[in-house]
């Protein structure tokens, strides 16, 4: 089945500094990721969408000046946080739908569990 | 109302046990129908993925759709305590860039 790796897997990093989140499709080309932001006993709260060669699109509330999204090719899509602040801190997960012609679910990434200190 | 509505438990039962996790839905557009397992701090993972009404079966899970109701169920055969995990349910209207709409996800705890 298809995969996505993402990394790091946790980071802690101090206040006012930025940290770049990386995902990765391993074994398909994804022309789209979902971006989500995750609290504690919460479900998933999608961030923004990022598609190959564009921009971002961001959902309602949520900083692009904050959290850049890169979709720099078919295989990989990043977020950075920048200027990180403790209440940045979350779990930060990817996914990616399956590819063209492909009939299976969306692929999530391992996580991402970011601390601001 | 929310497009998706799923009880969030949590929901505990004994080991061995048939578990029913259910989701109703407002919208017809909704196609895609999948049920993902998420254990602590990870990230959520592919149980099942369907888009006809029906039944689908894949080893201890089945999967149930009815669209005429907009309800959706995973069922869960001879539940064991490493099942325990929250299970989301997630809809979309096509399977090819559309986004994914979650229900609350339900916290299951299979007790030994």
């Known amino acids: 089945g298809a995969v996505v790796s993402q990394h790091p897997s946790r980071v802690i990093c101090k206040s006012g500094t930025s940290v770049k989140i990386e995902c990765r499709s391993l074994?398909?080309?994804?022309?789209?990721m979902f971006w989500y932001r995750q609290f504690p006993k919460q479900s998933l709260m999608l961030m923004a969408t990022?598609?190959?060669?564009?921009?971002?699109?961001?959902e309602q509330g949520v900083e692009k000046d904050k959290f850049l999204i890169n979709h720099a090719s078919l295989t990989l899509s990043t977020l950075t946080v920048t200027s990180a602040h403790p209440e940045d801190s979350s779990f930060y997960i990817c996914?990616?739908?399956?590819?063209?012609?492909?009939?299976?679910?969306?692929?999530f990434g391992s996580g991402t569990r970011l601390t601001v200190v | 109302q929310k497009e998706v509505e799923q009880d969030p438990g949590p929901l505990s039962v004994p080991e061995g046990a048939i578990v029913s996790l259910n989701c109703t839905y407002s919208?017809?557009?909704?196609?895609?129908f999948m049920w993902y397992r998420q254990y602590s701090r990870k990230g959520p993972e592919l149980l099942m993925y369907?888009?006809?009404?029906g039944n689908k079966e894949d080893g201890r899970f089945t999967a149930q759709v009815d669209k005429s109701s907009k309800y959706i169920s995973l069922f869960i055969r001879d539940s064991q305590p490493s099942d325990s995990a929250t299970y989301l349910c997630?809809?979309?209207?096509?399977?090819?860039?559309?986004?994914?709409?979650f229900g609350q996800g339900t916290e299951l705890s299979v007790k030994p």
């Open positions: 996914s990616a739908p399956p590819g063209q012609g492909l009939n299976y679910g969306y692929t």
């Open positions: 074994d398909f080309q994804a022309t789209t």
């Open positions: 990022s598609n190959e060669g564009s921009k971002a699109t961001y």
């Open positions: 919208n017809s557009a909704f196609q895609y």
């Open positions: 369907t888009y006809s009404s």
């Open positions: 997630a809809l979309s209207r096509d399977n090819q860039g559309g986004k994914l709409i």
